[in-house]
């Protein structure tokens, strides 16, 4: 047996970006919560992500996190994996946060690229090299330029992954970037997952090498998305795909998280689409486009 540095490949497949219901007094919504948890674990979703961008992750409380996580591990059983998106563009917060955490019955960390204050890839290297030293969880790194302003390069993953392949597991790639799965895929083992961070690009990216998806659709039809990472390569994955063009272009339109709590109120799936501010409730005229093409996915069998 040939002898590899790197642990078995970690949160590999569908892992749902999981929204957080609240009710219209802006409190957390535990029944919708519940009900949501229940359909992507009997959907066979390999994992779930807890706040991340989808969450409402920057307006909620640490005693919420704490209890939304003990609602979610109570749904999902004992056994499921369970990831916490916890990221900030303050090391030090971080690695205070991340010390928290560690008591935290999770499986794993999602963590995003330092945002706003724009740092030096030398600087990207820093912030996660005192997060893999400070958290006992494995960390996917989380790359989303749009979002953070500025872009972690492949060279930096692979020095990351190198240096700390215990904790460096993953990467959730949503840069945009052309052809940047195929140089991660190059670049890093076999046994580092790379997952795609954009509903609409998952199917084009598993073809160049990602090995699955941190998926927000995944919350309304989670079986569908399910189907298509894993027969990624053939035509039922295409005619899924293709199925929910209509909704990848709806659900990201006014923004997420709004896009997709409009939906998934619309499909009576939670109470109400309150979201925390700043962020507020998409437009009538979107809300209306959504809902034909909700009867459209109805008819073919979403789920």
Known sequence: MVYSPFPPAQFMGLGVA????????????????????RNIVASKADFI??????GESPVVTREEVEKVLSAVRREAGPNYPIVLGLGDNSTQRLI?????????????ILSVVPYYNKPSQEGIYQHFAAAAQ????????????GRTGVDMDPDTVLRLRNNFPDKIVAIKEASGIEERVTKLASLLDPAFTILSGDDHSTLELIHQGANG????????????????????????AVEIDNAFAACYRLLFDEGNPAGIKEWLYKMQLINTPTLRLPLTRVSDKLSQ????SIDTLMKLGAH
């Open 213 to 236: 998806a941190v998926s927000v659709v995944a919350n309304a039809y989670p079986a569908w998305t399910k189907e298509l990472i894993d027969l990624a390569g053939s035509e039922r």
């Open 134 to 145: 400070t958290s006992d969880k494995p960390i996917i790194l989380y790359n989303i330029r």
């Open 18 to 37: 999981l929204v957080t219901p609240f009710l219209v007094d802006g409190q957390v919504d535990y029944q919708s919560l519940g009900a949501i948890v």
């Open 49 to 54: 992500v807890v706040f991340g961008t989808t």
């Open 289 to 292: 486009k959504m809902e034909q």
């Open 96 to 108: 205070e946060r991340l010390s928290l955490a560690n008591s935290y019955d999770i499986q794993g």
